[in-house]
Nanobody, 120 residues
């Protein structure tokens, strides 16, 4: 499985971005997907996840502002980020869990990351 994240960039506070993560593989629809982020000097943190059935989960820090979704026909998961804040600045990584078990924090495949910078 390979994951290709895209859509990062520079945006002003209050703006929006949509990240995409395209996955290879024929059984994408069976996999749970997640987004994580890592800011400079900080540990990687969970942002959002979506199960194979479409149930979504969010970190408290992004709840109400970010929306995770998936398009199984395109093997792609999205992260719509609205009302962005400067503290959302980080490298964002998508991840995939192909094991069929584990929590929303456990993944065995990771993408390369895409930079999101929110200016004040």
């Amino acid at each position: 499985v390979q994951l290709q994240a895209s859509g990062g960039g520079l945006v002003q506070a209050g703006g929006s971005l949509r990240l995409s993560c395209a996955a290879s593989g024929r059984t994408f629809s069976s996999y749970a997907m997640g987004w994580f982020r890592q800011a400079p000097g900080r540990e990687r943190e969970f942002v959002a996840a979506i199960g194979a059935g479409g149930t979504a989960y969010y970190a408290d820090s992004v709840k109400g502002r970010f929306t995770i979704s998936r398009d199984n026909a395109k093997n792609t998961v999205y992260l719509q980020m609205d009302s962005l804040k400067t503290e959302d600045t980080a490298v964002y990584y998508c991840a995939l869990n192909s094991r069929g078990y584990g929590s929303i924090y456990d993944y065995n495949y990771w993408g390369q990351g895409t930079q999101v910078t929110v200016s004040s």
